[in-house]
């Protein structure tokens, strides 16, 4: 991952190997990223220092972020089926991205790490909701047990009691 090649090496080394990883060419970067090319040639060669906005434009092509994803918090077992899966609504794709939290903590850390994401929405559990919705930027929905589901929970306690 180049965002974190760059911290831990030479800024210049970790461009090479991205753009050798991904079978790019310095032109090829430039064109995508909107920077002159000799400006690139100059980052490659290590002739010059890059400024911020530099890098950010060629993080942004070389690990582009995800736009379309709606995030879902949720426990591993109810989102084993639905991680990383591809659902059209209307005439839009929008891809499904799991957060497995198994606390209150893991939850809200899991709530504030997708809208970080650039997460479209959140879905979660009733009870997290209202505390979701004030600390993110994006629209949060309840995920709405059927009542089938809940039936099959009372059961199951009523066996064991």
Request: with cysteine; proline share 5%.
């Amino acid at each position: 991952m180049l965002s974190r090649r760059i911290f831990e090496t030479d800024f210049t080394e970790a461009l090479q190997e991205e753009l050798a990883r991904q079978d790019m060419s310095v032109r090829e970067l430039a064109d995508r990223a909107g920077i002159p090319p000799a400006t690139l040639y100059k980052l490659t060669s290590g002739r010059t220092d890059p400024r911020l906005s530099t890098v950010r434009r060629i993080v942004n092509v070389l690990e582009p972020r995800e736009k379309s994803f709606i995030a879902v918090i949720a426990a591993r077992f109810l989102l084993d089926e639905l991680d990383n899966r591809d659902i059209e609504i209307g005439n839009r794709k929008y891809r499904i991205r799991g957060y497995s939290a198994d606390s209150l903590d893991e939850c809200i850390i899991a709530a504030v790490r997708a809208d970080k994401e650039g997460a479209l929405g959140i879905i979660c559990a009733p009870i997290l909701a209202p505390i979701v919705e004030k600390i993110v930027d994006c629209p949060v929905a309840i995920i709405k047990p059927q009542q089938r589901t809940l039936i099959e929970a009372i059961e199951t306690i009523a066996k064991r009691v």
